[in-house]
């Protein structure tokens, strides 16, 4: 609340704090308004920063003795991930567990779709088992929000193709404004591979909306074109691209979303653009080092630099993560009573 008091924007006490009604429910209000969290495109700075001051108060849940609460009791939340991913899906995982919701994870390696069941008849006969939220990672843009137009119930995008990564950005988000203390007025480089990450759109659209100067740098072959016009500025130099940056923001080289040879090797892409200790030094003294994971160590970042405890905020980005997740469950089924 103080933060957002701090940056004018009119929230009161009952905007952070879930309050009863005549009938005994629960209601955040009507601060978030969407009944799905399909990106960030479309997310006002109110209320990105009402998920990440939602989020904060669950920080401090699971950092307590207590991890629990009820806000989710008896609702069901399905994991449906079309693409592994251990870290993102436990997140939701336990997200879901500590609000006090039924969660299921779907398998997809032993699913339907297997047998030739398209992503549509997979969503209705999931939504004709009234889930209140749909997690859904797909490997394809635009998946995720063409299956939230065939299901009553809401979705959350857990990462869709090179399109956007909502709760990624909104917990990279929060770990930079606990750390700096703001959104705005930030200098931010996020390097290496852009062109595959939705990781870095997501986070574009979120960190231009608060205010801060966003620069993307690597090489052109994983620079896509007109990204100038999400408002980034940028670099193929990496000292140059680093100056003065307060974040660094380094990206998983996603070598299986290739299909080509875009970099001439490994060893040669961490040489011109992996995160060593000289090329940090061209960056502000107290710069913070972030990375969404898994690191590739050696190939887009230097052990020394992914370890140092007083700058790199990798594992803090994981506690985060839980946090935020936590924070969009609550808003979209809130949003979606029904």
Do not use: W
């Amino acid at each position: 609340m103080e933060f957002a008091r701090a940056h004018g924007i009119d929230l009161s006490t009952d905007d952070f704090f879930a309050t009863e009604t005549k009938t005994g429910e629960t209601s955040l209000g009507p601060q978030f308004r969407f009944r799905h969290i399909l990106g960030i495109e479309g997310l006002s700075a109110e209320e990105i920063t009402f998920l990440l001051d939602r989020a904060e108060g669950y920080v401090a849940l699971s950092r307590s003795r207590q991890k629990k609460t009820d806000v989710l009791r008896g609702l069901t939340i399905i994991n449906l991930f079309f693409e592994d991913s251990t870290r993102t899906r436990t997140s939701f995982e336990l997200a879901g567990k500590r609000l006090g919701g039924d969660v299921i994870n779907m398998s997809v390696a032993t699913s339907s779709i297997h047998k030739g069941e398209s992503l549509i008849d997979t969503a209705m006969t999931l939504n004709a088992m009234r889930p209140d939220v749909l997690v859904v990672r797909h490997p394809h843009s635009g998946a995720v929000e063409l299956l939230s137009q065939k299901v009553t119930c809401s979705v959350i995008n857990g990462g869709d193709g090179s399109h956007e990564h909502p709760t990624q950005a909104l917990l990279d988000a929060l770990t930079i404004r606990r750390r700096k203390g703001r959104l705005n007025d930030l200098r931010v480089a996020i390097c290496g591979d852009i062109s595959h990450s939705r990781v870095a759109r997501s986070n574009i659209h979120l960190l231009t909306t608060m205010g801060a100067q966003v620069r993307v740098v690597g090489p052109p072959t994983l620079i896509p074109p007109k990204i100038d016009r999400m408002g980034a500025e940028v670099f193929h130099d990496m000292k140059e691209g680093l100056k003065d940056c307060d974040i660094v923001m380094m990206l998983r080289l996603q070598l299986e979303r290739m299909h080509g040879t875009f970099v001439p090797s490994l060893r040669e892409h961490f040489h011109f653009y992996g995160l060593d200790r000289d090329k940090l030094a061209q960056a502000k003294p107290d710069a913070l080092i972030m990375h969404p994971g898994p690191v590739n160590r050696g190939v887009e970042i230097d052990t020394s630099v992914a370890d140092d405890i007083d700058r790199s905020v990798i594992t803090e980005q994981v506690e985060m993560g839980l946090a935020v997740r936590m924070a969009c469950l609550e808003a979209v089924t809130l949003a979606n009573p029904s």
